[in-house]
């Protein structure tokens, strides 16, 4: 349940539209629910305290869980539910449980829409710096606009052609938060925090040969840029990045 599910709620209760019955209906879940199955305790109160609804993390879960989890979530609220690293087979099952849920398989994500889609000020664009990022690039692209932001998806930007990257730093200027991935070497961040006004996420993926140490060397990079104020998450984090930028989004374009 978001703040908006909230107000409407006790809006509709003191002009007399819902009764106390089924208003107390709605809120029975609050502030979590324990499944059935026991596999879960869904959190519907998050997005009322944090703003930031909870989203399944599926690399670890079965297919019927995210599945279970994703109708309980979706359920509680308007906003629909969103479970990241759902490999195709698990997506398989969870779709067939819930035929309105669709898939995105570079970002392995599985989306149930919501019912009122949210409108979440600050536009956020998601920039990669190469192909390989995409997995991580995409889960950070939907996420944000799963929170109802509007997004700018920049691709294939990396440093090794300088032309694109100053290419991409002029469409990065119409963003209010700009989240930049980058595996190899990790400079991609850097540089466009040194030619966009905009904060900057940066993203460090595992893209990379053998002294990249899966992604360790581009995340120190990050960490150690040059360009001062970038945020640094996780390696592989796009889901982490986005609730970044979406939480600066929030704020610059409010």
Not at 18 to 24: D, H, K, N, R
Not at 92 to 108: C, F, G, I, K, T
Not at 155 to 169: F, I, K, Y
């Amino acid at each position: 349940m978001t703040p908006s599910d909230l107000r409407a709620l006790l809006e509709k209760v003191r002009s007399g539209e819902v009764g106390l019955e089924e208003a107390t209906e709605a809120l029975r879940t609050l502030p979590f629910e324990d499944l059935a199955s026991g596999s879960a305790r869904v959190d519907h109160h998050r997005a009322l305290r944090s703003g930031i609804p909870e989203v399944v993390l599926g690399e670890w879960k079965t297919g019927e869980s995210i599945a279970e989890i994703l109708a309980s979530l979706a359920a509680g609220g308007t906003g629909g539910a969103l479970a990241t690293r759902v490999s195709a087979d698990k997506a398989e099952v969870a779709l067939a449980a819930l035929p309105e849920a669709r898939y995105d398989p570079v970002a392995n994500t599985v989306v149930v829409p919501a019912r009122e889609p949210a409108r979440a000020p600050g536009r956020i664009a998601v920039a990669s710096a190469g192909t390989s990022d995409a997995p991580v690039a995409a889960e950070a692209a939907v996420t944000a606009e799963f929170l109802g932001h509007d997004v700018v998806r920049i691709e294939d930007v990396g440093v090794a052609g300088l032309p694109r990257v100053v290419e991409a730093s002029e469409r990065l200027r119409s963003a209010d938060v700009a989240v930049v991935v980058a595996g190899m070497e990790g400079a991609l961040p850097s540089v466009l925090a040194g030619l966009i006004e905009a904060p900057v996420v940066a993203v460090p993926t595992s893209v990379g040969y053998g002294v990249g140490l899966g992604g360790f060397v581009a995340m120190l990079s990050m960490l150690a840029g040059c360009a001062p104020g970038v945020t640094v998450v996780n390696i592989d984090n796009g889901f982490g990045g986005a609730v970044a930028a979406s939480r600066m989004g929030r704020i610059a374009g409010g």
